[in-house]
């Protein structure tokens, strides 16, 4: 039987919960609201099942547990945060409102954040900026766990890439996925309930097709799409880390040397001012994407995240739901233990 609990009220434990592990208190909260906000939006593969990979990479060392991120701001367009070694919620959340005043400022803005620890979705990011009035596209490397198109041994990351648009009148056009056929998160999953894997989304160490989720963490995933999300992932290793000064996904993986810690690493996030870009322009930019929008539900189409944000009203009206096992495991790792 399932168990409600308030969206507050489990961000209180999971802030606990890294308090209790060492994690300085602005860093724990950050890391704990984008936690709960899978939970909030049923995204399970980044909501509390996160927390144990999170500690685990702080038990190795690989976090900076007193991480203070530290913003350079030259004026331009361009503005830093130093993530200090620390996880990158903390680092986006001292970045973001510089991010939105220089955008409404200039039209177009761009935030990097250097020497993070990612673990989390980028759809929270981009909708502090659309609900700014924004649009917003972010994106990360991770660390080589996919195979290129043609190829056989992990190179990529699985390189997620968010985009928002603000919308007056309910929540944002927002979609957020991987460039690899799926999540890393959901491969593991798959492992932990013992299901097979679809087609096409993993080889095993030898290069040959795999749906077994063991064979396929100790193998290579695959793009989506073939060539071409192989090559809009190689395009985010350019962008969101060489361009940045920060490691590829290979880079991450050499430092880390597992794949079973978090990826340290960069990230890059945009943002843009409709109202600037169509400015002496006819129509407003807002009202025409609604036309846009529309002609996708007219015709029986789904907009992405609409799922996401249906579960994330249900939420707010009556709590999230977990189950028993979720909520022994949230008591246990109150109480100091970890899995």
Known sequence: MTTRISVSDLEGIV???????????????????????????????????????????LAAGKVNRDAEPSLQDDGSGVIRVDAQGGFSPAAFALGAPVLADRARALGVAALVINDCTHFSALWPEVEVLTDDGLAALAMCPSYATVAPSG???????????????????????????????????????????GTT??????????????????????????????????????????LAGAMIGDLTSQGALDYLGTTALFPRHGELILAFDPQRFAAGRSGDPLDRAEVLFSAHVG???????????????????????LSPQELAKLDTLQRGGHS
């Open 15 to 57: 802030t606990r919960i890294f308090l209790r592990a060492g994690l300085c208190d602005a860093q724990s909260r950050a890391v704990a609201r984008v936690i709960t906000a899978g939970e909030r939006d049923a995204c399970k593969s980044h909501g509390i099942y996160r927390i144990d990979g999170c500690l685990d990479t």
């Open 151 to 193: 190829g056989t041994v992990p190179l990529l990351g699985t390189n997620p890439m968010a985009f928002g648009w603000p919308r007056r009148n309910g929540p944002p056009y927002v979609f957020d996925f991987a460039t690899s056929a799926a999540a890393r998160g959901e491969i593991e999953l798959h492992f932990r309930a």
């Open 197 to 238: 894997l679809p087609e096409g989304w993993a080889i095993d160490s030898e290069g040959q097709p795999t749906t077994d989720p063991d064979r396929a963490l100790h193998g290579a995933m695959l793009p989506f799409g073939g060539h071409k999300g192989s090559a809009i992932a190689t395009m985010i290793e350019l």
């Open 299 to 321: 015709q029986g189409a789904r907009l992405p995240s609409q799922r996401r944000f249906a579960a994330r009203s249900k939420a707010l009206a009556g709590g999230i739901e």
